[in-house]
């Protein structure tokens, strides 16, 4: 093992200890993965409860309903029966013989029972012309959910690079660092640690969602989330990448505490600006044809679209290449801001200054 990449090793070691060792990283990290299985276990509770709700009734012996769909039905003997049930609250309804065309009534305790009347309609036969069409409301909440896990890693894990190059710079422990490893190596170490931690805290979150729909029997989400969950991963690994490089090239710039919000809002606004178009753009495969395709924004477009079955097999193949490209170039100017501004102390260095050789 030469030189550089002990160095990068030592450097990444004690990046994934810091965070480890971070009470912040291990509460924000438990609540993410919190969220996430109770809203998987709480949307199959709902799920359940919706298709299974429905409304006890008491029905005569004798009397042919056009439907029974939402209805409990207790068969009773007469409707002197029913009546009984309907006052004890045994059921919020009776539906008793009448004369009419209908051939029977309802008999409710204190008002009208709208839920059993709606129940009992003649509906019209149904034809789905796309039967294996998703829910908008499912789509809308797998977008969601990749938007959130994505946003919140990459800040959590870049303002923490941030913060740990500006801590280094300000307290001059740079300069000792500097003179042992290059400032290349010390990059490097910094991006490959969080890097790790980040696509660790990923991988444990896609297993959690994928324990708990298996636990609450949504078997067949599981089966569509399946692939787009591995591709989110796959894409976060590399995605990563970029922003952590991005983020501790803007960190170099400053030398306060006070100044890092201001140099690393251009790399949030890159960060949530994607966030925000799959809350809004989720069901629009213009905006997620073209958000495949931007290095910031394909980690989470690439995987919705394979999710929704839109992308063909060598697109997300495509797109991976994009982004490890854009990573590279972003590590490779990144490395020159990094090394160039790091020992500059005082104001905040111009870019275009630390982008010279």
Do not use: C, H
Request: aromatic share 6%; net charge negative; charged share 15%.
């Amino acid at each position: 093992m030469n030189s550089f990449s002990q160095a990068v090793r030592l450097v990444s070691v004690r990046e994934i200890q810091a965070r480890i060792r971070s009470k912040a990283f291990v509460v924000s990290a438990a609540i993410l993965l919190v969220m996430v299985v109770a809203s998987i276990v709480v949307g199959g509770i709902v799920g359940k409860a919706s298709a299974g709700d429905t409304t006890p009734v008491a029905v005569v012996d004798g009397v042919s309903l056009p439907s029974t769909g939402g209805l409990d039905v207790t068969r009773v003997d007469d409707r002197a029966a029913a009546e009984q049930l309907v006052r004890s609250g045994d059921v919020d309804a009776a539906i008793v013989p009448e004369s009419g065309p209908l051939g029977f009534g309802v008999v409710g305790l204190d008002q009208a029972p709208t839920d059993v009347v709606q129940a009992l309609a003649v509906s019209p036969p149904v034809e789905l012309l796309d039967p294996d069409a998703l829910p908008p409301g499912l789509v809308s909440f797998v977008g969601i959910a990749f938007g959130v896990v994505f946003f919140a890693a990459a800040v959590t894990f870049g303002q923490s690079i941030a913060q740990s190059v500006v801590e280094e710079k300000s307290t001059r422990v740079v300069e000792i660092l500097m003179a042992a490893i290059p400032a290349r190596a010390l990059l490097a170490g910094k991006v490959l640690g969080n890097s790790v931690m980040a696509l660790a805290q990923i991988v444990a979150v896609a297993i959690a969602a994928a324990v708990a729909l298996a636990v609450t029997g949504q078997d067949n989400l599981f089966t569509l989330l399946g692939p787009s969950m591995l591709w989110f991963v796959v894409f976060f690994a590399v995605g990563f990448v970029l922003i952590a490089a991005l983020f501790a090239a803007s960190a170099a710039l400053v030398s306060r505490q006070e100044d890092v919000g201001s140099v690393t809002m251009p790399v949030m606004m890159l960060v949530m600006i994607p966030y925000f178009l799959i809350i809004f753009a989720a069901d629009d495969p213009t905006v997620l044809g073209i958000m495949s395709y931007v290095p910031f924004s394909a980690p989470i477009g690439m995987p919705m679209r394979i999710f929704l079955g839109s992308a063909e097999w060598w697109e997300p193949i495509v797109s991976l290449l994009v982004v490890v490209a854009s990573a590279a170039l972003v590590v490779v100017i990144g490395a020159r801001v990094y090394s160039n501004a790091l020992l500059r102390t005082g104001g905040r260095v111009k870019l275009a200054e630390a982008l010279q050789r």
